[in-house]
């Protein structure tokens, strides 16, 4: 077909794959490597003497170019790079790779798309709030005039309400009660392909480091420390902690672990019976590492339907690789109970014998700071987990908003 375009007077042939039911070639989520997709411009080019392009996760200038180099493609195709960050041209051109706000391949901007019908709103994008709303929010207005302004919380609603402050001339400081930034984005980079994630904190980082962000580090601070700095404005954005069920009988049991233990290798579970409970991303992406590990893995969802809020590209894309390691799903059946042996079940399976427990029930939100920082500082906001506990599309637009707002 190549053969036959070119000769009836095409200029050039941009190779990519995948039809309708099989999206995820189409769109690939995390999994897929960078450049992936680099074989096939390489196998239409070595056919016909009209320029080729190819396409397929590139982020990076130096892998873009080490495509070229090897002769696979004449062009770079590049399309959720540039929804991210809008400025990579410019950046690459002024040798500023470091500062480039990458793609993490999460699949907001997928997900968004197919919600525009119903909701009305443009496109969305986890690591870049401004896109789909550059009209509104074209540039950053420098009217913080050196004031003082306080975050709370180094996680992705955090990080990016510093970013918008800083870039407002607000006299940012950050507080993280850990010794690293990125909150839960820390875990959410342990998981199979889902090491692009640290991109993102990498981003802040280099930010944070010319805006001039001042970043204090293992420092849980208190709101009587934060009235003391006399700031302009306060962002809470503490995030939240794993749901616990405490009224589950042996729910805080020795063989009951939460699934931040698992991915960051805190526990180290291997060929036992493990029962996952909840199936939301953060559940299936555990159980596949638990399988991965030798584990005989049930995933248990009280919900009739598996992962509810999950967008179907990166749900196909993790059960495939679920369903060849063999996991077990009971959809439908509520925890009620837990033992050194066994789970005790609500629904057509009323018991399962396992080893281990793996909690995957979300998180809850924590703000305490909020309320005592509101009543002495009015301009004080909440986002992100401590708000309402979402994805990070979710944490980063709540507290790029919040920002603007001030």
């Known amino acids: 077909i190549c053969k036959l375009l070119e000769i009836a007077g095409a200029d050039a042939l941009d190779v990519t794959c995948g039809i309708y039911d099989t999206m995820k070639y189409i769109n690939e989520p995390f999994s897929f490597k960078e450049g992936w997709r680099a074989y096939m411009a390489g196998a239409v080019k070595n056919e016909v003497n009209i320029p080729v392009a190819g396409n397929g996760k590139i982020r990076h200038a130096e892998f873009a170019e080490s495509l070229l180099q090897l002769g696979n493609q004449d062009f770079i195709g590049m399309a959720r790079t540039h929804l991210a960050d809008p400025e990579w041209c410019n950046k690459m051109r ?17 997900e968004s798309r197919a919600e525009c019908g119903a909701t009305g709103l443009p496109i969305s994008c986890s690591v870049n709030p401004q896109m789909g709303r550059e009209l509104k929010y074209p540039y950053f207005n420098t009217d913080g005039h050196n004031k003082t302004a306080v975050v709370i919380g180094g996680g992705p609603s955090g990080m990016e309400a510093a970013r918008v402050l800083a870039n407002r001339r607000f006299k940012t400081i950050i507080f993280e009660k850990e010794y690293e930034l990125g909150g839960q984005l820390r875990y959410a980079r342990f998981p199979y392909g889902n090491q692009r994630i640290y991109w993102l904190i990498d981003y802040y980082k280099k930010q944070f480091e010319i805006l001039g962000v001042d970043v204090r580090l293992g420092h849980e601070v208190s709101a009587e420390e934060v009235i003391a700095l006399n700031p302009h404005a ?78 179907y590209l990166i749900v196909e894309d993790i059960m495939e690789r679920l369903d060849e390691y063999g ?43 909020y309320p005592e920082i509101k009543k002495v500082i009015p301009s004080t906001f909440c986002t992100g987990d401590a708000a309402t506990p979402g994805k990070i599309y979710q944490a980063t637009s709540s507290a790029f908003f919040a920002a603007q707002s001030i």
């Open 94 to 110: 002024t040798g500023r790779e470091d500062q480039v706000r990458h793609c993490i391949s999460c699949m907001r901007c997928s």
């Open 327 to 369: 996991v077990k799903f009971y959809p439908g059946h509520k925890l009620v109970g837990i033992t050194d042996s066994s789970i005790k079940l609500e629904g057509q399976i009323k018991e399962l014998k396992i080893d281990d427990v793996v909690l995957a029930l979300g998180i809850r939100r924590r703000n305490e700071l």
């Open 234 to 311: 306060v962002i809470v954005a503490t995030g939240g902690v794993p749901s616990v069920p405490g009224a589950i009988p042996g729910a805080h049991g020795k063989n009951v672990h939460l699934t931040t233990e698992v991915i960051s290798g805190k526990v180290d579970i291997k060929n036992k019976k493990v029962a996952v409970v909840g199936s939301g991303i953060t559940g299936l992406e555990v159980a596949e590492m638990l399988a991965d590990n030798g584990n005989d893995v049930s995933v248990v969802e009280m919900a009739s339907k598996l992962t509810p809020d999950g967008f």
